[in-house]
């Protein structure tokens, strides 16, 4: 599981929250309009603050960017970087077998 912080939302009146994900020269929206997009919907938890990942892969490593607008149209932004190095696997138990006596 993964939560990444959106240090650019400060409290206040109610501001215009973005979050987008970029991969190369691939920008996505993960949350626009006040509600999360597709695909992410089933797989993020949004709160003001932050936005949570149940689980992650490599396809999920790339720059996430927290926009937020508030009064007077002010825009403050944060970036955070996430690399996925590896997805945990787990191995199968090795069969027993009886050695004779």
């Given amino acids: 599981a993964v939560d990444i912080p959106c240090s650019a939302f400060r409290s206040g009146s109610s501001p215009r929250i973005e979050w987008k994900f970029q991969r190369g020269s691939s920008l996505v929206l993960i949350y626009y309009g006040g509600q999360l997009t597709e695909p992410y919907r089933d797989r993020v938890q949004f709160s003001r603050t932050s936005i949570h990942f149940d689980s992650v892969t490599r396809e999920d490593s790339g720059r996430y960017i927290c926009e ?32 004779p006596t």
Avoid: F, M, R
């Fill in 68 to 99: 937020v607008v508030g009064d007077g149209s002010q825009i403050s932004k944060s970036e955070v970087n996430l690399i996925v190095q590896g997805e945990a696997t787990v191995s199968p138990p090795l069969p027993l077998s009886p050695v």
